[in-house]
């Protein structure tokens, strides 16, 4: 259907993205529930999400070697990044929570220099300084108690940063897809399910309606990142995963008639365009 890896990577990158608006959305919709207790139904779901697919597909596999340790530091890192995005989520507008959150591939460049060995050009760094800048014009920090879910919504995309840099590492060592996604949704859940043991807090109907929605969402949008990081570097196209700003604020518009208020879009502007300046920048030099 697509012509070639590219192209399948950018159009599995939109889905992504649309999914984990969708996620997004579901998660503020559950409301006031512990941020822990989020996490690992969302991961719950999520898990059983990519077991149906290894069933299906027959490509169950044990990580070996070096794998295993990439495989804990995708977990770890994802597992603290969606924590930090839950709790943002929940505290400030779902599209600001968003785009912090999509601070994610300025971070990949950093840490693909030490993870994959790539080596990241003046113009790079100039990105990732802009990215910095237009984060801080969305978290409007105030140094004061207020700014915390700001700055725990900006150390969520850093958290996911350094999990998509091992992402990558893991599919070109030729670990699949699908078993990421379980591995790290079990890593999640093992870690998560001690405080929801001694804090769970009673939910509605409606309210494990929205996690299971959310944990589907996620394991949908998991996969199809995985896949899209897998199919071409993220340099190629980690820019499009910012249309998850676009779904974001037209589902937080029209189901919570939230509207981000100009800092913010100040902000969203200088990060989107320092996406598509590292995009543009990085294609050059193929």
């Known amino acids: 259907m697509f012509k070639n890896d590219k192209t399948k990577g950018i159009i599995y990158i939109i889905i992504s993205a649309f999914f984990f608006a969708l996620m997004g959305l579901f998660v503020k919709l559950s409301g006031?529930?512990?941020?822990?207790?989020?996490?690992?139904f969302r991961n719950a779901v999520a898990m059983i999400f990519a077991l149906v697919i290894i069933t299906k597909n027959h490509i169950w596999e044990l990580p070996k070697g070096k794998n295993i340790k990439y495989l804990f530091i995708r977990s770890a890192a994802g597992t603290l990044g969606v924590l930090?995005?839950?709790?943002?989520?929940?505290?400030?507008?779902?599209?600001?929570a968003s785009l912090l959150n999509k601070l994610s591939p300025f971070f990949a460049v950093i840490f693909s220099i030490f993870a994959l060995k790539?080596?990241?050009?003046?113009?790079?760094?100039?990105?990732?300084?802009?990215?910095?800048?237009?984060?801080?014009?969305?978290?409007?920090?105030?140094?004061s108690f207020d700014a915390i879910p700001g700055l725990l919504g900006f150390l969520g995309g850093m958290c996911a940063g350094l999990a998509y840099t091992y992402v990558r590492k893991l599919?070109?060592?030729?670990?699949?897809?699908?078993l990421i996604v379980f591995y790290f949704s079990l890593f999640s859940c093992a870690v998560t399910l001690p405080w929801l043991i001694f804090d769970y807090h009673p939910m509605s109907a409606m309210q494990w309606l929205y996690l299971i929605l959310a944990g589907l969402s996620a394991g949908v949008g998991q996969f199809f990142i995985t896949s899209a990081y897998s199919k071409a570097p993220a340099k190629e196209i980690s820019v499009y995963d910012y249309s998850q700003i676009i779904f974001t604020t037209l589902l937080s518009l029209i189901v919570f008639g939230d509207l981000p208020d100009a800092l913010s879009f100040v902000g969203y502007s200088i990060i989107i365009a320092a996406a598509v300046f590292n995009a543009v920048n990085s294609l050059k030099r193929v």
């Open 118 to 143: 790539e080596k990241a050009t003046f113009k790079q760094f100039f990105a990732v300084t802009m990215a910095f800048i237009g984060a801080l014009f969305v978290m409007k920090p105030s140094f």
């Open 171 to 178: 599919t070109q060592n030729g670990f699949k897809g699908p």
């Open 32 to 40: 006031d529930l512990p941020t822990v207790q989020k996490t690992f």
């Open 84 to 96: 930090c995005n839950f709790y943002a989520v929940s505290q400030i507008n779902l599209a600001d």
